[in-house]
């Protein structure tokens, strides 16, 4: 089918309007998507600028999709027109794999099918995300909509809360955990309300006392100032789990030490070599750990999903017009929004390209 989209054509990273097809045919249990909203991820502009030297252009970024069931492909049986639908990271992967019959597809022994930038298991092309007017998706990765979650505020939940949710999910977190939070954006203000909502005491950890007010507001109940050395010292073994959402390269050696006996940071911001070596000598002298994470399977998704609407919690956004995006990047890059840019995609207009 046709759609329209916005799309990067160079390492610019500059978005415009893109005319391109969806499947020329629908599959059995193909499910079509009209996207209502699609949040901004920082991972969409490293895509657009090819910072991960993986980029093939035209490029529509997006994957975290909102939006309507418009049409169905024959033997569809889990979602009917009208539905309320969502998308992620990821929308293909061969099934057949020990990780794909345990529910991790994002770990599938073929590579998952990435929600745009790969290539199509149709052999057409490679798959265009959600900064667009529509998708087409197989039945089994799409998702449902609780009907207590915000649409708009909930596009964020399908990257930003799918990559904290399952980490803390995976280390244990329950009531009384000490679990820290590096990093108050996108990804961090989700780990954070998430946390909260498990139960555990939940601190940021932060270069700047900027934010140490918006901290207490999402459920954070300490704030830790990394450039504080005596407040660092003094924060030795005190946190079961921390997540590491920072984007760029930085230094960890600081947080290990903060972690108590058996504890575990988990980096799921950056993506790429650490800026320093790290001393292994905390870990061996406390069994600590330092792992990544990187989304979660499509069941685990769904779970985190009901988690956030039976528990009310939603990300907190900025809703912009398509063709705003651009601006959005540029104030992304900047770390200014509070936390997550949310494209009304009402606003891309049919003709537009």
């Known amino acids: 089918m046709k759609t329209i989209g916005y799309a990067a054509r160079d390492t610019s990273g500059t978005l415009a309007p893109y005319a391109f097809d969806r499947r020329s045919e629908l599959a059995p249990g193909d499910i079509v998507i009209e996207i209502l909203y699609c949040g901004i991820c920082h991972s969409d502009l490293h895509f657009a600028r090819d910072d991960w030297g993986m980029t093939n252009y035209p490029v529509v970024p997006g994957h975290e999709i909102v939006g309507r069931v418009i049409a169905t ?32 597809e994002q770990f599938c022994r073929e590579g998952m099918t990435m929600t745009y930038g790969s290539p199509n298991p149709d052999g057409e092309g490679v798959t265009q995300g959600g900064f667009s007017k529509h998708i087409v998706v197989r039945e089994e990765f799409v998702l449902g909509v609780p009907a207590a979650l915000d649409l708009a505020r909930a596009a964020p939940l ?3 809360g799918i990559t904290t949710y399952s980490p803390l999910k995976a280390c244990g977190v329950t009531a009384g955990s000490r679990v820290g939070v590096i990093g108050l954006g996108g990804l961090g203000h989700m780990a954070v309300k998430i946390a909260a909502a498990m139960g555990a005491q939940v601190t940021v950890i932060s270069r700047s006392p900027d934010k140490q007010a918006d901290a207490a507001e999402l459920g954070a109940s300490a704030y830790l100032l990394s450039t504080d050395e005596a407040a660092m010292a003094a924060a030795a073994s005190s946190f079961d789990v ?32 650490l800026e320093t070596p790290t001393n292994t000598a905390p870990m061996l002298f406390g069994r600590k750990s330092i792992s990544g994470s990187l989304i979660g399977g499509i069941a685990e998704t769904q779970e985190m999903l009901d988690f956030c ?34 494209i009304d995609m009402e606003s891309l207009a049919v003709g537009e390209a």
């Open 309 to 342: 609407a039976a528990n009310n919690v939603m990300p907190e956004i900025e809703i912009i017009r398509m063709d705003e995006v651009n601006t959005a990047f540029e104030r992304l890059e900047k770390s200014d929004v509070r936390y997550r840019f949310v």
């Open 73 to 104: 492909g024959g033997g569809a049986t889990k979602y009917a027109e009208g539905d309320t639908v969502a998308v992620g990271c990821m929308v293909d992967s061969c099934q057949h794999c020990d990780q794909c019959h345990a529910h991790q």
């Open 158 to 160: 399908l990257c930003a």
């Open 242 to 273: 921390i997540i590491d959402t920072v984007p760029v390269a930085h230094d960890v050696n600081a947080y290990i030490p903060l972690l108590d006996v058996g504890g575990e940071l988990v980096i799921v911001g950056q993506v790429g070599p």
